[in-house]
């Protein structure tokens, strides 16, 4: 494991390769033809944002991490929204919302044309000899697939799976699980959770049938005793194996609000933290370090205080190839990291083409 370079994905690496943005899912959700449950979940959502969201009556809908925001307040706090929405009709809202959210993602995951984390792992492996340390911001498994399929590429039955650095319980995961660090700070689609006990299990999904022989191999195991992600999300499959709670997905607001109560979430901080202080070099790809974004901010900003000049790569698209004085995202990384940045605006593809850079 090169624990020397530390790659960071952001939305932007998902968009590069064809999936959505995280604002873009709600839309997609409503107007597309995806694979949703429609019956089930779809009615609950809608019905939820037309009465709390008045401009969604006229189409218009809120930015998704303010709607998750806004249920896990809600729900947090123990409040009712109105005479309709009471506590268990939140919680049924935030439900309907996880599976949309992950039928969108899984949808749009079976169909990526380009698979650029894949690359920049297979380079980075040839350059280094072994695969970096990830840390990704996005719920979607496009950097947990590639990864399982690099190592099972490299001939390796057993550590298959990357290391998501905090207590999965899964038997069929610990079987398999490699050295390579994934560290998932907002949560994972596959993630399966337990409030109750806290256990935390990895799912897998209808996207990786065909993806790579392992997958698909658990896949159909799975299918067969109802654990698949699809059957345990629209609770026809099994709930949580240690004490038979309901089970949610761990996707957590990136900018309003952190479940720092839940002990993975915080254990993969606190790891990212770690992982970045030992860093040499850092990659970031896709993520414009919003200001409101604070805690990623701070994690970036302690964490990689120890750098010298030139060794954080920033990968941004931009078609005016502006310098990063004057670009809006440039601008707050000169601000935050000075020197220390290398500025590139030909985006995940050109990056990709040019490498290894100096
Ligand atoms: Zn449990």
């Not at 039955?157 to 699980?177: N, T």
């Not at 629209?234 to 949610?248: D, F, L, M, P, Y």
């Not at 004085?325 to 030909?346: A, C």
């Amino acid at each position: 494991m090169d624990s020397n370079t530390v790659v960071i994905f952001g939305a932007g690496a998902t968009k590069a390769c064809g999936g959505p943005l995280t604002n873009e899912i709600l839309t997609r959700a409503f107007n597309t033809a995806y694979e949703i449950d429609r019956e089930q979940f779809l009615p609950t959502l809608e019905e939820f944002l037309s009465d709390n969201f008045y401009a969604a009556q006229s189409g218009e809908l809120p930015p998704l991490p303010l709607l998750i925001s806004f249920l896990d307040t809600a729900i947090d706090r123990g409040h009712a929204l109105g005479p309709k929405w009471d506590q268990g009709r939140l919680i049924d809202a935030r439900r309907a919302l996880d599976y949309v959210i992950f039928a969108v993602l899984e949808h749009d995951l079976k169909k990526l044309q380009k698979n650029y984390y894949h690359t920049l792992y297979d380079k980075l492996k040839k350059k280094a000899g072994t695969l970096p340390v990830t840390i990704s911001l996005n719920y979607d498994i496009i950097a947990d697939n590639a990864l399982t399929r690099i190592n099972e590429a490299s001939g390796n039955d057993e550590g298959i799976f990357p290391d998501y650095l905090c207590d999965v319980a899964s038997d069929l995961y610990r079987k398999k699980m490699g050295d390579s660090k994934l560290l998932k700070l907002h949560g994972s689609l596959n993630w399966l959770y337990c409030p109750s006990c806290n256990r935390l299990d990895v799912g897998i999904s209808n996207s990786g049938v065909g993806f790579t022989k392992v997958l698909e191999q658990l896949y159909s195991e799975e299918k067969a005793k109802h654990e698949t992600l699809e059957q345990r999300l629209t609770c026809q499959g099994r709930k949580c194996i240690s004490c038979h709670s309901e089970v949610k997905p761990v996707m957590i607001s990136p900018t309003y609000f952190k479940d720092y109560r839940n002990p993975h979430i915080s254990r993969i901080w606190y790891e990212a933290d770690q992982v970045l202080r030992k860093a040499k070099r850092v990659i970031i790809i896709g993520y414009s370090l919003p200001d409101d974004d604070l805690d990623v901010l701070y994690l970036l900003k302690r964490g990689l205080s120890h750098l010298g000049d030139n060794s954080i790569d920033i990968v941004e698209f931009d078609s005016d190839h502006r310098l990063a004085e004057k670009h809006p995202v440039g601008r707050r990384y000169v601000t935050l990291f000075g020197k220390r940045i290398n500025w590139h605006t030909d985006g995940f593809e050109g990056f990709l083409d040019r490498f290894p850079i100096s």
